[in-house]
């Protein structure tokens, strides 16, 4: 790490920081401005945010001296006026631009030719049966309560840096976007400085930095942290970001988020300047970019719907309506997870593009920005970060939950991208399996641990956990360590104890949907009986 060119960017930001607490990397609350402030680096075992340099990680942290003051550790850092501007101009754009927005998307909800694409998608549910009013109410509903992802894990994500899961349960003050994380010394992966500068200064109008590869600590504060809108109800979220996924808490973020209708780094890429590509269409989303907030963003449905072109080669022109369709489907369906081999199985781009970005414009103070988590099988079941993860959601009272999604992967994108089987349908990714040891250590099951089944559940689970149990650390992306895990895994939802299979047990869960849970803070939703997960920090 540089310390050097670090510290000077601080004592650079420092003669107009303003007065306002921030939460430092090291846990400590910083009242500014400081008398003497210095960034430092020294090495320590394994810590919270890690980078792995072998034996030893090394942590950057700031240390500010102020006189005989004590640092305050009570509060998080609160939102900066950079994030409270940009979210009002945001809201009020949203505003001006809903009607002509949700005209649009009434008039492909009322077509001829998307109700057959609803009887060709049909799974019982009879969608096509819906008025164009029925469709746009339940599509709000449900969009309104749909999960907020923010992916992350080590092993292959494309997203650029992140945190990983701790190794000793020294708590995490807030989740660190990942301008923050760079301050800390761990440089974006896959992702340039100058990229991530660009889209969100072309594109959300943020001030730019001075200096993007040494980033002040102002100016990084006010960027926003990166989720997703798990529109398509995949069971791992947006694995092409990792395979650990937070499932935010609506309840507490909703008012400082900033809707863009796709991926922004995607749009920025292909479309400023617009790019020969068969995977987008830049018109989709005219030059005056217009955003959302949650309660104000069904206008931005028929753009999310254009943008991505791919099953343009299927539909031709009527590819937007065929998106829908899908997404209408997998949205609004009550089958996708409890009939899980009837589920629409998601292409690839769905799988891996298929959101909208929901921006935060606040910091997320932690564990109570966080639902749940939900880890990838394949990737991490019986591993020694397996153990660390178990660990970890204990401690902040998270429950966790399995699920398989191996199409989703970063890995898996060489093999479709660019090809014509980036429209087929690949993984259902509809199946969610809560840790039984977790779930007897947290709050969330304090009342589902006692269920007649759950002992045989639980005893199922342990049985195939032992049996995907390897020697390394983590299995990266071993292909066939992965695909091993990946048999365990089917072979266990075909497995039963005493006529039980996990599908039909207490631990099958899935997101929450409309009217499934008085309090939408909830992690999730029983597939057995409809009863809801929920912490005591929830309530």
């Known amino acids: 790490v540089n310390s050097q060119s670090r510290s000077s960017s601080l004592k650079q930001a420092g003669a107009t920081w303003p007065q306002r607490t921030y939460t430092s990397p090291c846990n ?18 394994l810590s919270v945010l890690s980078v792995n340099m072998g034996k030893w990680l090394a942590v950057c942290i700031l240390v500010l001296s102020v006189g005989t003051a004590s640092s305050s550790l009570a509060s998080p850092p609160t939102q900066t006026p950079v994030q409270a501007q940009i979210l009002a101009r945001t809201a009020a754009t949203a505003k001006a631009d809903y ?26 549910s009879n969608l096509q049966a819906l008025s164009p009013n029925e469709l746009f109410n339940r599509l709000k509903a449900e969009l309104d309560v749909a999960e ?7 092993e292959e994500s494309i997203c650029g840096a992140d945190i990983s899961i701790p190794t000793k349960q020294k708590p995490l003050p807030y989740l660190h976007n990942q301008w923050m994380l760079q301050l800390l010394g761990f440089p974006p992966k896959y992702v340039t400085p100058q990229e991530m500068a660009k ?9 730019p930095f001075q200096d993007v590869v040494n980033p002040d600590v102002e100016t990084a504060a006010s960027r926003p942290v990166y989720t997703a809108l798990n529109m398509y109800r995949g069971s791992a979220g947006n694995p092409m970001c990792g395979s650990l996924a937070f499932i935010m808490s609506r309840k507490r973020i909703d008012d400082y988020v900033m809707v863009c209708p796709m991926d922004s780094g995607t749009f920025h890429y292909f479309c400023m300047p617009v790019r020969p590509t068969s995977l987008a269409e830049c018109k989709a989303w005219p030059e005056k970019h217009t955003f959302g907030v949650p309660d104000t963003m069904m206008h931005l449905l028929p753009i999310t719907m254009k943008f991505f072109n791919v099953s343009e080669p299927i539909a031709e022109e009527h590819y937007p309506l065929y998106n829908l369709a899908r997404l209408a489907t997998r949205l609004l369906s009550r089958k996708t997870y409890t009939e899980p081999s009837r589920g629409l199985r998601l292409s690839f781009y769905e799988n891996t593009k298929g959101y909208m970005e929901y921006n935060v414009l606040h910091p997320l103070p932690l564990p109570e920005s966080v639902k749940m988590v939900v880890a990838g ?4 079941a019986g591993t020694h970060d397996a153990i660390k993860l178990r660990e970890w959601c204990i401690a902040q009272d998270w429950p966790l939950a399995w699920a398989y999604n191996p199409k989703g992967r970063a890995s898996q994108g060489k093999h479709v991208w660019g090809t014509s089987r980036i429209a087929d349908g690949f993984d259902r990714a509809n199946v969610r399996i809560l840790d039984p040891y977790v779930l007897a250590r947290v709050s969330a099951g304090r009342n589902a641990t006692h269920d007649a089944d759950y002992s045989a559940a639980a005893a199922l689970f342990d049985r195939f956990w032992k049996r995907a149990h390897f020697k390394k650390a983590n299995r990266g992306t071993n292909e066939g360590q992965l695909a091993h895990a990946g048999g365990l895994w089917n072979e266990m939802l075909d497995a039963s104890v005493r006529e039980i299979t996990l599908l039909q047990s207490t631990l099958a869960v899935e997101p929450l949907y409309a009217g499934a849970c008085s309090n939408t803070d909830c992690a999730a939703v029983r597939v057995k009986d409809g009863a809801c997960v929920c912490s005591i920090t929830s309530q």
């Open 28 to 45: 400590a609350n910083i009242t500014s401005p400081p008398a003497v402030y210095h960034l430092a680096c020294s090495k320590m075992s």
């Open 99 to 124: 009607a002509s927005g949700v005209a649009e998307l009434m008039t492909m909800l009322g077509s001829p030719q998307l109700t057959k694409y609803l009887t060709d998608f049909d799974d019982g």
């Open 148 to 154: 907020m992802i923010h992916n992350f894990g080590a």
């Open 199 to 207: 889209a969100e200064t072309d594109l959300f109008l943020f001030p």
């Open 377 to 380: 099988y394949d990737v991490y």
